[in-house]
């Protein structure tokens, strides 16, 4: 079975905390997404990386950075969280070219208080 | 402008009765457009891609077709495990590594 894992079902962080989301995918893929799902708004791309060391900002960046030092992990990094990034976080892995569909983890809810 | 535009936002059917969510989109040089399904506090589960006008692809209760405007999901005798969010994506316009643009998804309720 494929597996995109996010380190994280439930997380409350205080607002100024430096926050880490974790991600790994054991499918040797080489693009690799992080997006945020809010009601009404649907889902949105904030940063993906297609290579190690690679990083694209995505539609909604500001707020958040993103490492990526090795190939199977992808971390997102909220450097000073804010109450409105309270939201549900996202990770998705595929390869490059058609026919190679996005997988996704099981999301991180994540509460700033 | 959205790119892609999902109908009805939300659906309550009763068991057995067969209905159809629309996913309309209008990025030109389409390639592909992808089907998942998403439980509540859950990621969205893969369901289907489709390249090509005129495809169809099936699995047990659902059947996704794509024409050069739109691409609809059947529902045939839904049960109540079918209830979920369903969501439809593009790749991205002139975006990098093949990221998808998501529609804001159909809330399908189903009711025994």
Redesign the interface.
Known sequence: DVKVTQSSRYLVKRTGEKVFLECVQDMDHENMFWYRQDPGLGLRLIYFSYDVKMKEKGDIPEGYSVSREKKERFSLILESASTNQTSMYLCASNNRGQGVDPFFGQGTRLTVV | EDQVTQSPEALRLQEGESSSLNCSYTVSGL??L?W?RQDP??????LF?L?SAGEEKEKERLKATLTKKESFLHITAPKPEDSATY?C?VP?PG???????????THLIIQP
Request: aromatic letters at 20%.
């Open positions: 390639r592909g992808f998942y506090g859950k990621g969205p589960e893969f891609t390249y969501l994506a991205t975006g990098g590594a093949d990221g998808l643009t998501f529609g804001k998804g």
